[in-house]
């Protein structure tokens, strides 16, 4: 169920949004987003330097399944952010800090179940994957260390939130780099220097998020205002609980949607053999820096239209969609592009396996062109996520999950590894297509009659 729009207190003021406001979010935070590529990119180097087939492909089962676990649980910083920037539009103090400690108390919480069922999780998770038996030792080698991160993991997210909602993206440019910053210098030295391999890349991801959390949890919290303390009855509020719980109910259904959406693809990608896997693994790394690029706007359009919501400042809202959706179109062409031109020479940067180099570049193409079918997706994603009209988002996954199960077998079997390359596509540009035909009903609902339609986008 949809969280209801609060109304705005009577603190609540308009505010203009411009092109450098959008930019002042963007920049610093596509920033940030690109360290978890970067992240992926080298820990794939740092495997592939190894030259073994297996353990790249047991790297990229093993990402895949935690990103299941973990990434389903980036509720965390979408819901924040959303209650966040609508608190800020509001210009209540007070409930930005209840709502940070009620979303970080959750977060603990289910972090320690995570680790207490892991291995349940882990085991269940390859059983689905079925790698081969090289594959799957070195993912369960992985998974088993990564897992211990859980608690701290989801209390980073609850910080970047936090601050995101807030408007301070260069603070959360820094969060990141400091959680990634470490993990790369890390994995390098423990995966090649110490000669560790594959569970010294696991490690270095373990020691790095509590670090970032522990420098997080310091910098957040000694920001806050005295005086806007909010009382512990005021944190476990019923009625707030509730509504955090099933806006990151329905936030979770989507992103376990869209996570599904690719262990389909990587499970069905596997089924070609274990060099068609490392060259689809190197491939969707290429897709997630083109990803978290255009993730830059879409925080962008969360802060800024849940702000506008706050406020309840219609101008804002709809100037916030027309600008963030121009330019993630544009970044996601240039994106495209770069790709095209120069991703072959990233590819051979991240392997020395020439079989899984050649394989890759043969599918190339596809992957760059994730960027331009995924670019309305990741701009529609950051409007709902801001507005917390969860329910949309829910219902969309649904359906568009729906359909790229059955076009990747269609397609597949009848064009293999490209006809899974192309449902991808088309399950990329199809979530957000459904979202923009929603985007006119839910904004008259929120903002009244006068809302023109034709003046949203």
């Known amino acids: 169920m ?9 603190g609540g003021k308009p505010f203009e949004v411009t092109n450098r406001m959008v930019f002042s979010i963007a920049v610093p935070m596509t920033l940030a987003f690109l360290t978890t590529p970067l992240l992926g990119l080298v820990d794939t180097a740092v495997v592939g330097r190894l030259g073994d087939a297996a353990l790249i492909g047991g790297l990229a089962v093993a990402a895949m399944l935690f990103d299941i676990v973990f990434a389903a649980f980036n509720f965390f910083r979408s819901s924040t952010t959303g209650l966040v920037a609508q608190a800020v539009g509001r210009e209540d103090g007070l409930e930005q800090q209840a709502i940070f400690w009620r979303a970080l108390v ?17 085991s269940a998770g390859l059983i689905f994957m079925n790698p081969g038996a090289a594959v799957e030792t070195a993912a369960r080698t992985y998974l088993e260390i990564r897992i211990l ?3 701290v993991a989801l209390g980073n997210y609850v910080l970047l939130g936090y601050v995101l909602g807030q408007g301070r993206s260069g603070l959360g440019l820094l969060l990141q780099t400091i959680i990634y910053g470490t993990n790369i210098v890390l994995s390098i030295w423990f995966g090649l220097g110490l000669g560790w391999g594959l569970p010294g890349v696991a490690w270095a991801t373990v020691i790095s998020e509590a670090v970032g959390c522990a420098a997080g949890l310091v910098i957040v919290i000694s ?28 936030i979770m259904i989507r992103s376990l949607g869209l996570m599904f959406a690719f262990v389909w693809f990587t499970r069905l990608g596997a089924a070609f053999g274990e060099l068609q896997l490392a060259a689809n693994a190197i491939l969707l790394n290429i897709f997630m820096v083109a990803g978290y690029y255009l993730d830059g706007l879409a925080t962008a359009a969360e802060q800024i239209v849940g702000r506008a919501i706050g406020a309840h400042h219609q101008p804002a809202f709809r100037r916030a969609i027309r600008l963030t959706t121009l330019w993630s179109f544009l970044l996601a062409g240039l994106t495209t592009l770069f790709f095209l031109a120069f991703g072959e020479g990233v590819i051979a940067l991240l392997t020395t396996v020439e079989e899984v180099r050649v394989m890759a570049d043969a599918f190339l193409p596809w992957a ?14 950051g409007v709902f996520i801001g507005a917390t009209w969860s329910r949309d988002m829910r219902n969309m996954m649904v359906v568009v999950l729906a359909l790229f199960i059955a076009l990747a077998h269609v397609l597949g079997n009848a064009y293999g590894n490209h006809g899974l390359w192309a449902a991808l596509n088309i399950f990329l540009a199809a979530r957000g297509l459904f979202l923009l035909a929603v985007l006119p009903r839910r904004t008259r609902e929120t903002f009244g009659a006068a809302y023109s339609s034709g003046r949203a986008a």
């Open 368 to 381: 760059a062109l994730t960027a331009l079918t995924g670019a309305l997706a990741f701009e529609m994603d």
């Open 2 to 10: 949809d969280q209801p729009t609060e109304q705005p207190r009577s």
């Open 223 to 250: 920001g806050f205002s005295p005086g806007e303390r909010p009382s512990w009855d005021r944190i476990r509020d019923v009625t707030a609980l509730k509504r955090l719980l099933s806006l990151n109910t329905d």
């Open 106 to 122: 959750t977060a603990a919480i289910i972090g320690v179940i995570v680790i207490l069922v892991g291995p349940l999780l882990i």
């Open 149 to 151: 991160s859980a608690p």
